[in-house]
C-alpha cells in the first residue's frame, strides 16, 4: 500500500520556518507534505524523484508579476513556473483577464489586484469617492483580492489616492502603491508622500529599489531615507528586485511625451527628450530596448531593429531600461530592522512576462558570495510573503502544508522542478503543470466557478505576524 504519491529522495531541504538544513526526503499525498524525514521508504511511494546535489525549498513566492493588462500578457505564466515560482501576486488587472487565463496557468497559483488608475478604470485624477469603490467592489467581485494605485506612471492626485487606500481597507482589500501622485514622481519624494498619504494603513509599497535610483539625489542618500521611512513606518510592507532593468510602457500620448510619467521621467535622467524623437533616438542608442514575445518567451530587443519594432506598433509596445543602480539593489536586498528583521520584507521581480524572473539567478548569487545565508534568501522569497499574503499553508515544508516545493541547482542558480500542490509543473526544466489556482477573497469565488477553476480564500484585511510587527490597523 502506498503511502506518498510522490517521494523526494536525498535533497538538501531549506525550511527556516522548520529549522530544517540538512539531507532530507520530503513525501507527498495529495497535494500536501505528509513527511519530512531522513531515509522515507521508496517501497511506499507511487513516483520517485532523486534529488542527490540539488536543494528543496518551500515554493517560492513572487510578490510582484505581471501576466496580463498594458504590463505583462500570459506567456509570463511558463516563464514564471521555469523560474521556480509556485504563487505569484499579478499587479494590475485586468481582473476578468487573469481569471478567464488560469487555464494556462502553468499550475501557478495566481492573486491579482485591480489596476485603479485615470484613463483605465477611473475618469480622471480626482475621481469621486462613489466611483472608487464601483471600482474597488467590481474588483473583489471578479476576483481580485484587491487594487493597485500605478502612480508612477499613471498618477492620481494626492487626495484621491489618500482616499482610495482608506476606501478599500475598509472593505478588506488588499492595497499596493506604485508610490507618486500629480504632486510627487516615481522616486524618492513619491515614496516619502505615499508613505505619508497611507496614514497608518497597512499598505503594500511596491519595488522599494525603483525610488533609489539617484533621480533626486544620490543613490545611497535615497536609499536611507527609504529604509528610515520603512523602519519608522511598521504597517507599510514591500519588496524590492534584484534585476538591473525596469519594465515599463514605451507608448507616446496624445500630447507627444510619453504616456507613463516614470518613463518620461526616466528618458530625461538619461539625457534624452520625452518625446516621440526622444524616445525613438533612445531605442536606437541602446538606452532603450523594445520587450519582444518570442518562442521562448520575452526578449529585449534595442537599437534599429528594435526601433523598427518600435515603429511599426506605433509605439504602443512595452519597453526596458537599465536604470537600476546595484549599490541600491544590493542594499535594499540586504538591510535589516533594528529588530533584526528585513528591513524590506520580500524580494520579488516585477517580472513575470517582463523578462527579470531572477529570484534564483540574481539571489542565489548573493548567497554564493557569503552576504546571504541561504535560510535568510528562503526566508525573503517564501516565508515572509507567504505571511503577507496570508497564506498559512505556504511557505514552509510542515506535515500538512501545501506541497508547493521549488528544487534547485544551486551551482547553476536555477530551478530544475516545480511542484505545486504536489502537481509537477516543471520536470527537469520542461513545462508540465496544468490549469491554476485562483487565490481571492469570499467575494471572488463565484468567479472562479464561473470558469470552473480551483480556487483558495484568503483573509485579506491584515497580514499574518511577521517578526516584530504583530500589532496590525485592520482599517
Known amino acids: 500500500m502506498t503511502t506518498f504519491d510522490l517521494l523526494l529522495k536525498n535533497a538538501h531541504v531549506e525550511d527556516p520556518a522548520n529549522g530544517v538544513s540538512g539531507i532530507c526526503d520530503i513525501g507527498i499525498a495529495e497535494g500536501r507534505i505528509a513527511a519530512v524525514e531522513i531515509d522515507l521508504p521508496v517501497a511506499k511511494a507511487s513516483e520517485v524523484f532523486d534529488l542527490t546535489g540539488l536543494a528543496a525549498f518551500p515554493g517560492l513566492i513572487d510578490m510582484h508579476v505581471h501576466v496580463s493588462g498594458q504590463f505583462g500578457s500570459r506567456v509570463g505564466f511558463p516563464m514564471l513556473v521555469r523560474a521556480g515560482v509556485c504563487t505569484a501576486l499579478n499587479m494590475a488587472g485586468p481582473t476578468s483577464q487573469v481569471v478567464g487565463s488560469l487555464k494556462d496557468a502553468c499550475g501557478l497559483n495566481i492573486a491579482t489586484l485591480e489596476d485603479a488608475s485615470p484613463g483605465r478604470t477611473l475618469s480622471g485624477t480626482n475621481p469621486s469617492p462613489g466611483e472608487m469603490v464601483r471600482v474597488i467592489e467590481t474588483a473583489l467581485d471578479e476576483g481580485a483580492i ?9 498618477p492620481l492626485t494626492p487626495e484621491a489616492a489618500a482616499k482610495l487606500v482608506g476606501l478599500a481597507r475598509q472593505r478588506g482589500g488588499y492595497v499596493a502603491w506604485h508610490a507618486g501622485t500629480t504632486s510627487k514622481g516615481s522616486n524618492i519624494e513619491g515614496m516619502r508622500e505615499s508613505i505619508e498619504l497611507a496614514d497608518g494603513h497597512v499598505m503594500h509599497l511596491a519595488h522599494v529599489n525603483s525610488y533609489c535610483r539617484g533621480l533626486v539625489r544620490g543613490e545611497l542618500a535615497e536609499v536611507q531615507e527609504a529604509l528610515d521611512l520603512l523602519e519608522s513606518h511598521p504597517n507599510i510592507f514591500c519588496e524590492s528586485y534584484l534585476a538591473a532593468m525596469n519594465g515599463t510602457s514605451l507608448t507616446i500620448g496624445p500630447d507627444g511625451q510619453a504616456l507613463s510619467k516614470a518613463t518620461g521621467a526616466i528618458l530625461k535622467f538619461l539625457g534624452f527628450e520625452d518625446s516621440r524623437h526622444g524616445m525613438g533616438e533612445a531605442i536606437r ?8 514575445e518570442r518562442e521562448a518567451g520575452v ?10 519594432i518600435w515603429k511599426a506598433a506605433d509605439s504602443n509596445i512595452l519597453g526596458s531600461m537599465d536604470i537600476n543602480p546595484p549599490i541600491s539593489r544590493l542594499t535594499l536586498f540586504l538591510s535589516r530592522r533594528a529588530s533584526r528583521d528585513f528591513t524590506v520584507d520580500g524580494l520579488a521581480t516585477d517580472g513575470g512576462s517582463i523578462p527579470r524572473n531572477v529570484l534564483l539567478s540574481s539571489g542565489l548569487a548573493v548567497v554564493a558570495a557569503g552576504a546571504m545565508s541561504l535560510s535568510d534568501f528562503v526566508r525573503k522569497t517564501s516565508y515572509n510573503p507567504s505571511r503577507l499574503l496570508c497564506l498559512e499553508s505556504k511557505g514552509h515544508l510542515g506535515v500538512g502544508a501545501d506541497a508547493d516545493i521549488t528544487v534547485v541547482d544551486q551551482l547553476r542558480r536555477e530551478a530544475v522542478d516545480t511542484i505545486i500542490g504536489g502537481q509537477v509543473c516543471l520536470r ?3 513545462i508540465s503543470g496544468k490549469g491554476g489556482c485562483l487565490l481571492t477573497t469570499g467575494r471572488g469565488v463565484a468567479a472562479a466557478r464561473n470558469i470552473g477553476a480551483p480556487y483558495k480564500i484568503l483573509e485579506c484585511a491584515a497580514p499574518l505576524p511577521l517578526g516584530d510587527r504583530r500589532k496590525w490597523d485592520r482599517t
Not at 526578449?299 to 523598427?308: A, C, D, K, N, V
Open 146 to 154: 484587491g487594487v493597485k494605485i500605478l502612480g508612477g506612471h499613471f
Open 285 to 292: 542608442a541602446g538606452a532603450v530596448y523594445v520587450l519582444v
Open 299 to 308: 526578449i529585449r530587443i534595442g537599437g534599429e531593429e528594435g526601433f523598427s
Open 428 to 430: 527537469r526544466r520542461e
